[in-house]
């Protein structure tokens, strides 16, 4: 159910009710890249979904056609894609602003799409540090999603699935320790070494489990073992110094 001039509508949009949209799409075609977009998603999210980020999902997933008939008319100056990119964008730069960080566009947030909240957000802090184009964040996100199992056709092992929660709840982690730095700044001296020594062992683990992912069956055999059996020690002691 959508409102419309205040009135709630349980069905389609009319094709006047389209063209009113459709004629404010053009006006905002001129803005800035930034306005422009987050502009085309509250708009369409709230003139076709009452504002509902649930409803515009679920309706997505069904095929909706408000969207689809909008990009079909010959005065209507975006692509059916475009137009849900933008929602897409909308939606995430209004429950997280910091998605909107200095070099980053639009379409990179576009590329981070479909992540997890976190993950998108870690990814996009690293792009706008590092200068990552376009094509950099869209391969990163891509990665991440293989390693997620989002590959079609392929049912996702439940060790494989444990894996992930694993991923998403270690990168949440280590987004929320770069917040509490960040508020934490200057950080005494006495415990930046630690905090450091820390830092490291979470590099050495992390090129253990890249490693996993990358080799091969056969060699996953040979070197997953010794790597689970050294590397957790280490972590552990320099874990302790840092506490």
């Known amino acids: 159910m959508r409102v419309w001039g205040g009135v709630m509508m349980d069905r389609e949009p009319t094709d006047a009710e389209v063209e009113e949209v459709a004629s404010e799409l053009r006006l905002i075609a001129h803005s800035s890249q930034w306005d422009k977009v987050l502009a085309i998603g509250r708009l369409i999210l709230c003139r076709f979904f009452d504002g509902n980020e649930r409803?515009?999902?679920?309706?997505?997933?069904?095929?909706?056609?408000?969207?689809?008939?909008?990009?079909?008319?010959?005065?209507?100056?975006?692509?059916?894609?475009?137009?849900?990119?933008?929602?897409?964008?909308?939606?995430?730069?209004?429950?997280?602003?910091?998605?909107?960080?200095?070099?980053?566009t639009p379409t990179h947030v576009g590329r981070t799409l479909g992540l997890e909240p976190q993950v998108a957000i870690a990814l996009l802090r690293q792009a706008g540090r590092e200068g990552w184009s376009v094509r950099q964040i869209a391969g990163e996100a891509a990665q991440i999603r293989r390693a997620w199992g989002e590959r079609r056709g392929r049912p996702?092992?439940?060790?494989?699935?444990?894996?992930?929660?694993?991923?998403?709840?270690?990168?949440?982690?280590?987004?929320?320790?770069?917040?509490?730095?960040?508020?934490?700044?200057?950080?005494?001296?006495?415990?930046?070494?630690?905090?450091?020594?820390?830092?490291?062992?979470?590099?050495?683990?992390?090129?253990?489990?890249?490693?996993?992912?990358?080799?091969?069956?056969s060699d996953r055999l040979r070197t997953a073992t010794p790597a689970r059996a050294s590397r957790p020690y280490a972590l552990s002691e320099r874990t302790r110094i840092a506490r």
């Open 156 to 217: 996702v092992s439940g060790a494989e699935q444990k894996a992930a929660g694993w991923g998403r709840r270690a990168l949440a982690a280590l987004v929320q320790m770069g917040t509490e730095l960040t508020a934490a700044w200057p950080i005494d001296p006495a415990r930046r070494e630690p905090l450091d020594a820390m830092c490291r062992s979470i590099e050495e683990q992390l090129l253990v489990v890249r490693n996993v992912l990358l080799t091969s069956t």
């Open 55 to 104: 409803a515009w999902r679920e309706r997505r997933r069904n095929k909706d056609r408000s969207i689809r008939r909008l990009a079909e008319r010959p005065d209507c100056p975006f692509a059916k894609s475009a137009l849900n990119e933008a929602v897409g964008v909308h939606v995430l730069c209004s429950k997280y602003p910091e998605a909107r960080s200095e070099g980053i």
